[in-house]
T-cell receptor
Framework: SQELEQSPQSLIVQEGKNLTINCTSS?????LYWYKQKYGEGLIFLMM?????EEKSHEKITAKLDEKKQQSSLHITASQPSHAGIYLC???????????FGQGTRLTINP | KAGVTQTPRYLIKTRGQQVTLSCSPI?????VSWYQQTPGQGLQFLFE???????NKGNFPGRFSGRQFSNSRSEMNVSTLELGDSALYLC?????????????FGPGTRLTVL
C-alpha cells in the first residue's frame, strides 16, 4: 500500500521567515493534495498537483510536485501567524484506500 | 452555502458501548467520506458513501459501519467501543466520488472512550 512520509514532523519558525515542508511517497504520485488543519478541526483544501513538475501558488504558499522523486514540497514565504497549523499531504491510495495521508507537519509561528 | 456539519462535536463513552455520529454534507453533495484521526496512526480513511451506497472501505474492523440516507446525510456507528477508538472523526463531502479537490471537511467529532 502507498505510504506518505512528511518532514519535518514539527517546525517552529519566526514570523517573516520562509519554510519548506516535504512529502515523499513510497510509490509514484499521480495526484497529490495539500491540506491545512487547525488543531482539532477539519481540513482545509489548499492545492492539488497532478503533473510532474507542476507548481501552484496561492497567496504566499507554493507547492511543487516532482514525480521523478515521488516527492512534493510546500513552501511558505514570509510566514505569518495565520499560517500556523498542521499541514497534511494526501494522495490517491491503491486498493481500498481511497485517500492516504502523511502524518502531518505541525507548524508554529513565533512572533 | 452552509458547510459540512457534524454532530455531536464531543462525545464521551465507556468501553463496550456503541456510538453513532452524524454528518450533514453541503447541499448538493452526494459523496460523504469518513476519516479517523489519532496521534499515533494519523488520518485514516474509514469509508465513503455515494448515493446511499458504500463505495470504498478502509482497513477497519467490522465494528465500524456507516450508512447514507436519501438526503445524503450520513451516519457512522462504532459498536463495542475500545479505548483505541478514541479519536477525532472527520467527515467530508464532495459533489461526486473521488473529487478530492472539491472535498470539504466538517469540524469533526471528538470521541473519548474511557
Amino acid at each position: 500500500s502507498q505510504e506518505l512520509e512528511q518532514s519535518p514532523q514539527s517546525l517552529i519558525v519566526q514570523e517573516g521567515k520562509n519554510l519548506t515542508i516535504n512529502c515523499t511517497s513510497s510509490k509514484t504520485l499521480y495526484g497529490l493534495y495539500w491540506y491545512k488543519q487547525k488543531y482539532g478541526e477539519g481540513l482545509i483544501f489548499l492545492m492539488m498537483l497532478q503533473k510532474g513538475g507542476e507548481e501552484k501558488s496561492h497567496e504566499k504558499i507554493t507547492a511543487k510536485l516532482d514525480e521523478k522523486k515521488q516527492q512534493s514540497s510546500l513552501h511558505i514565504t514570509a510566514s505569518q501567524p495565520s499560517h500556523a497549523g498542521i499541514y497534511l499531504c494526501g494522495a490517491d491510495g491503491s486498493g481500498a484506500q481511497k485517500l492516504v495521508f502523511g502524518q502531518g507537519t505541525r507548524l508554529t509561528i513565533n512572533p | 452555502k452552509a458547510g459540512v456539519t457534524q454532530t455531536p462535536r464531543y462525545l464521551i463513552k465507556t468501553r463496550g458501548q456503541q456510538v453513532t455520529l452524524s454528518c450533514s454534507p453541503i447541499s448538493g453533495h452526494r459523496s460523504v467520506s469518513w476519516y479517523q484521526q489519532t496521534p499515533g496512526q494519523g488520518l485514516q480513511f474509514l469509508f465513503e458513501y455515494f448515493s446511499e451506497t458504500q463505495r470504498n472501505k478502509g482497513n477497519f474492523p467490522g465494528r465500524f459501519s456507516g450508512r447514507q440516507f436519501s438526503n445524503s446525510r450520513s451516519e457512522m456507528n462504532v459498536s463495542t467501543l475500545e479505548l483505541g477508538d478514541s479519536a477525532l472523526y472527520l467527515c467530508a463531502s464532495s459533489p461526486l466520488s473521488g473529487t478530492y479537490n472539491e472535498q470539504f471537511f466538517g469540524p469533526g467529532t471528538r470521541l473519548t472512550v474511557l
